[in-house]
């Protein structure tokens, strides 16, 4: 593995996270993303990083600070590439925008860069002819919360040639990452696989009044010991999320879905109420309500 210069393309909660994750391992990172104010809210967003990874990894304020200098944000995607070795793209979970982005990148990247998918549950094989290298992409997962939940699930193609294969394994350890390779496609890796019908679940019971927020995740926490249930979660992905993977299944002709995309819509995503980012979301942070020590009982 020879990579030196990282790009990160979409700089929302985990693509955030990737870019800081990366250039605080030595990376040099360039960020795109498609205008300043999306720019800005991620320079937001890494200013927030910084402070997480002082709190919860002990880290020194001189070394938050040397990484986040050894990044650069960028909206032109023709310059934010010319020198990458490896472009991780983490744009919106959508079909379209996906192939869009990657039409785009195949006609400005050299031909050196190996293209990699942080899609949580597309896969890669949808999108490879539009990277214009198949054998160089492949999809490259992060679970939120990279800097603790440091899981990196390197999922090839038919087509992936093996040496960048295993030279993304090898990049994902050198980001302190624990590389879980696949060797089959699956939608949704092995972690969504498993927690989306899990999070589906939990939102099909709210759908359906079955119960409210707090009470399915109270009982998934008394009944399994989880420090979280399913909605705060949820908070931590983003509704947005949760938004994009229930209307693409909506639109694919499942009623209960669509119902469930409305839902999200209307009573949180039209309301400002994305999730713990905008302070928001099924609950209300910095204090929600599921670490309260009486929320158990």
């Known amino acids: 593995m020879d990579f030196k210069n990282i790009t990160v393309a979409g700089s929302g909660v985990l693509g955030s996270q990737i870019a800081f994750q990366t250039a605080f391992k030595g990376f040099k990172v360039s960020?795109?993303?498609i205008d300043d104010e999306a720019i800005d809210r991620a320079k937001n967003r890494i200013m927030n990083l910084k402070v997480r990874y002082q709190q919860d990894l002990d880290a020194a304020e001189e070394d938050v600070n040397l990484a986040y200098n050894r990044m650069a944000f960028f909206t032109d995607l023709s310059e934010v590439v010319k020198d990458a070795d490896l472009v991780i793209e983490a744009v919106p979970e959508v079909v379209d925008i996906k192939t869009n982005f990657y039409n785009q990148l195949a006609e400005v990247a050299p031909e050196k860069?190996?293209?990699?998918?942080?899609?949580s549950t597309l896969l890669p094989s949808q999108f490879a002819e539009s990277t214009g290298r198949p054998h160089k992409f492949l999809a490259l997962h992060f679970a939120n919360e990279i800097w603790l939940n440091n899981t990196a699930e390197i999922?090839?193609?038919?087509?992936?040639?093996?040496?960048?294969?295993?030279d993304v394994i090898d990049f994902a350890k050198a980001i302190g990452m624990v590389a879980l390779p696949l060797q089959k496609e699956q939608p949704g890796y092995i972690l969504n696989s498993l927690l989306v019908p899990f999070l589906e679940a939990a939102q099909m019971l709210l759908l359906k009044r079955v119960?409210?927020?707090?009470?399915i995740d109270k009982t998934w926490m008394i009944a399994t010991g989880a420090p979280k249930g399913p909605f705060a979660i949820l908070d931590i992905v983003g509704i947005n999320t949760a938004y994009n993977i229930a209307n693409a299944k909506g639109e694919a002709g499942q009623e209960e879905f669509k119902k469930l995309a409305n839902l999200l819509k209307s009573e949180y995503i039209e309301k400002g109420k994305l999730g713990a980012e905008t302070k928001e979301g099924f609950y209300t942070y910095p204090d929600p309500s599921y670490l309260n020590k009486d929320f158990l009982e």
């Open 113 to 119: 860069t190996i293209f990699a998918t942080n899609s």
């Open 31 to 33: 960020v795109y993303d």
């Open 211 to 215: 119960a409210d927020v707090e009470t």
């Open 155 to 166: 999922m090839k193609h038919p087509n992936t040639d093996k040496k960048v294969f295993e």
